[in-house]
């Protein structure tokens, strides 16, 4: 698959994601953003606001990269997992590094090592 095919699979899903989080927010005090680096190739969904007990909250859901011509997937806070869902895309596992385990730990999984 080429690079432009990735970014347009990263950014879709990610822009889903979003609106889905922002619909089932009723929240006024919390914002979903949906962030494109599309020069240096990083992604990321983000949480930022202020929980009613007047703590900030801010939490990474999803940060991808792009890099050597895979997805490296840096972090994922979703059940489903971001990598399943690129995999429906038509995404080739050998081009997808799940970056939050460990580098011994990425043989023992199905997708890329590196």
Same mark, same amino acid.
């Given at each position: 698959?080429?690079?432009?095919?990735? /970014?347009?699979? %990263?950014? =879709?899903?990610?822009? =889903?994601?979003?609106? /889905?989080? #922002?619909?089932?927010?009723?929240?006024?005090?919390?914002?979903?953003?949906?962030?494109?680096?599309? @020069? /240096?190739?990083?992604?990321?969904?983000?949480?930022?606001?202020?929980?009613? *007990?007047?703590?900030?909250?801010?939490?990474?859901?999803?940060? !991808?990269? %792009? @890099?050597?011509?895979?997805?490296?997937?840096?972090?994922?806070?979703?059940? =489903?997992? %971001? #990598? *399943?869902?690129?995999?429906?895309?038509?995404?080739?596992?050998?081009? %997808?590094? !799940?970056?939050?385990?460990?580098?011994?730990? /990425?043989?023992?999984?199905?997708?890329?090592?590196?």
């Amino acid at each position: 698959m080429a690079l432009e095919e990735y /970014r347009t699979h %990263i950014q =879709e899903l990610l822009s =889903e994601r979003g609106q /889905r989080s #922002a619909q089932s927010s009723t929240r006024t005090d919390f914002e979903t953003q949906i962030i494109f680096d599309t @020069k /240096r190739d990083h992604y990321q969904l983000v949480h930022v606001g202020w929980k009613p *007990n007047g703590h900030r909250n801010y939490g990474c859901v999803l940060h !991808l990269d %792009i @890099k050597d011509g895979k997805i490296w997937i840096q972090h994922d806070g979703t059940e =489903e997992g %971001i #990598a *399943n869902a690129l995999v429906d895309k038509g995404v080739p596992k050998q081009d %997808i590094v !799940l970056a939050f385990h460990h580098p011994s730990m /990425r043989k023992h999984t199905e997708f890329a090592v590196a």
